[in-house]
């Protein structure tokens, strides 16, 4: 069966995260989006643990949980957290951002309360350990040997796998004899298919596109497409471990994301990987070191030349949502305005999930209930055929999907 899943989302316990991500809202959203199997986020945070023991109840099928109402959203959730690991190995500072599944809701209190006895698990739904990964990997499978621990966006710069700031150079460097536990890695907003697969080193790992959402409107905006023999944690599980089921990943566009460049956010210069060897790796506005991004640290570890494709991978589409492609056909700023969520509500309701919208409902169709420019927008954003501005050091890029001079309003301002 077609599952889409997104495996690592936030509460309103992580800082900087919007306080609608509560379980009800993230339920509903996930059913308009399209989004079958959610992570819960967070569950070593003590009060959205509570919430999640109060308002979720185990399916049929252990390990997978529903809203405790009637007639609940069809969205099923996953116990999942993210956990900031920084600890000395050697002469450098590590930081680590890992992703944590557990089987069941049994095995994550009891990690709750190992890890609890150790460290302050209140003061942020993503919790930072004094721990190194090893460590954390011995601890999960100690507690139960189907827990799922992968690294997350492996390649931003300061809390990753790969990153420029505090990384390593493989994952046999990092999670020492623990690596053969490590069976899936995700690839982060910065990067796409294309570019993990030019590192021979992840060829035998499941690749995971997830949302990491702060925020209800991102959620999905990376997901995953699988093809399961039934939905159960067994079936997620046995999936990523053996590298079999995924169909295809749904991507952000990667130069969208805020570390795909190198860069100087304050000085607003941001930089190939080959300029910013011509600039000797100094920014040429204040002359200290550039932040280095995922597209240098890509090609920093690459085994195989730009363009590579790893033979039986999955496939991926590239995509932007659907309120962003509204409010750029609206000539609307934002897209949490009122004239976008009216026209985003109306195809929903026309024409079903966005992630059907976006990937499957004909453009002519699209046309009928929206209007044409919205339609052409979700052409474009199919074909990749985009203006993009990449983004560097913690800066979104910024992609434009429309000349001013196509949208309708502001052909009448040049007017007057």
């Known amino acids: 069966m077609k599952v889409v899943a997104d495996l690592h989302i936030h509460s309103k316990y992580s800082r900087a995260c919007s306080r609608d991500l509560e379980l009800p809202k993230i339920a509903r959203t996930c059913e308009i989006k399209g989004i079958d199997l959610v992570a819960t986020g967070d569950f070593t945070h003590p009060a959205w643990f509570a919430s999640i023991e109060n308002e979720l109840e185990e399916e049929a099928s252990p390990g997978l949980y ?8 069809k969205t099923h959730f996953v116990l999942a957290t993210e956990l900031a690991l920084i600890y000395r190995e050697g002469d450098r500072a590590r930081r680590l951002h890992m992703m944590v599944q557990a089987p069941n809701i049994e095995a994550a209190k009891k990690m709750n309360e190992l890890l609890g006895a150790r460290f302050n698990l209140k003061s942020d739904g993503r919790p930072i350990l004094g721990l190194p990964v090893y460590e954390l990997i011995k601890i999960c499978l100690d507690i139960n040997p189907q827990f799922l621990i992968y690294p997350a966006h492996i390649w931003t710069p300061w809390f990753s796998v790969f990153g420029s700031k505090s990384g390593y150079d493989s994952f046999k460097d990092c999670f020492k004899d623990q ?3 490590i ?9 796409d298919p294309e570019m993990n697969w ?3 080193e992840l060829d035998k790992l499941t690749l995971l596109s997830n949302s990491d959402a702060h925020s209800l409107p991102n959620l999905g905006r990376e997901c995953n497409v699988f093809e399961l023999s039934g939905l159960s944690y067994k079936s997620l599980y046995e999936s990523m471990r053996d590298k079999t089921g995924m169909s295809y990943t749904v991507e952000f566009y990667p130069e969208e994301g805020m570390y795909h460049f190198d860069g100087h956010r304050d000085c607003g210069f941001g930089s190939t990987p080959s300029e910013t060897k011509r ?4 920014c040429p506005v204040c002359k200290k070191p550039l932040i280095i991004g995922v597209l240098s640290r890509v090609e920093e570890l690459a085994s195989r030349p730009e363009g590579f494709v790893l033979p039986g991978a999955p496939g991926f589409k590239k995509l932007i949502e659907l309120d962003k492609i509204i409010a750029a056909a609206s000539g609307v700023k934002s897209r949490t305005s009122r004239k976008v969520k009216q026209i985003y509500d109306l195809m929903i309701a026309e024409l079903g999930s966005e992630l059907d919208i976006l990937t499957e409902k004909p453009i002519e169709q699209i ?3 929206a209007n044409p420019l919205i339609a052409e927008g979700v052409r474009r954003v199919r074909d990749g055929k985009l203006s993009i501005k990449p983004g560097f050091d913690g800066q979104y890029g910024e992609i434009a999907i429309f000349d001013d001079g196509e949208l309708p309003e502001r052909r009448q301002k040049r007017l007057f």
């Open 367 to 369: 046309a009928a209930v």
């Open 183 to 191: 069976y899936a890695y995700e690839t982060g907003l910065s990067s």
């Open 66 to 73: 529903r809203l405790k109402m009637d007639n609940p959203p």
């Open 279 to 282: 600039q000797g790796g100094l």
């Open 198 to 200: 030019r590192v021979s």
């Open 179 to 181: 690596v053969g536990h």
